[in-house]
Every structure is written in structure tokens, then in C-alpha cells.
């Protein structure tokens, strides 16, 4: 199995971060508040599906 394809798959905190204009450990509150995309860990990594972040944001646009 090549891990470099299975990486490009999901994203990271970092990515996350970067992506909403914050900080990870924004992005860590996020989580353990509840808020933000669906996410889920392997190992101690916490990763996110590109999908994810998708419904997080048509969700954030609906309820304005």
C-alpha cells in the first residue's frame, strides 16, 4: 500500500489551521468543544476528510 497516496487523502490540524485563517490550537478547541469538522484520530494523529471540512462549511453557510 503506498502511505503517500493514502496521506494526500486526509488532512492535519496544520491543514485545517491553515486553511480557516487560525491556529492549531483553535482548531484543537474546536474539537474538544465540539465544534468544527468531523474528525477522527489513527494512532495519535487527528486527521480530517477533504468532505469533512466540505459539511462544516455548507453547514456554516445555512445557518447564517
Known amino acids: 500500500m503506498d502511505t503517500t ?3 494526500e487523502n486526509f488532512l492535519t490540524m496544520a491543514d485545517v489551521a491553515k486553511r480557516y485563517h487560525t491556529t492549531i490550537p483553535a482548531v484543537r478547541q474546536w474539537r474538544h468543544v465540539g465544534y468544527g469538522p468531523a474528525s477522527f484520530k ?3 494523529r487527528v486527521l ?3 468532505d469533512a ?3 462544516f462549511e455548507k453547514n456554516l453557510l ?3
Open 5 to 7: 497516496t493514502i496521506n
Open 42 to 44: 489513527v494512532g495519535a
Open 48 to 50: 480530517y476528510t477533504e
Open 53 to 55: 471540512l466540505l459539511r
Open 62 to 64: 445555512t445557518t447564517r
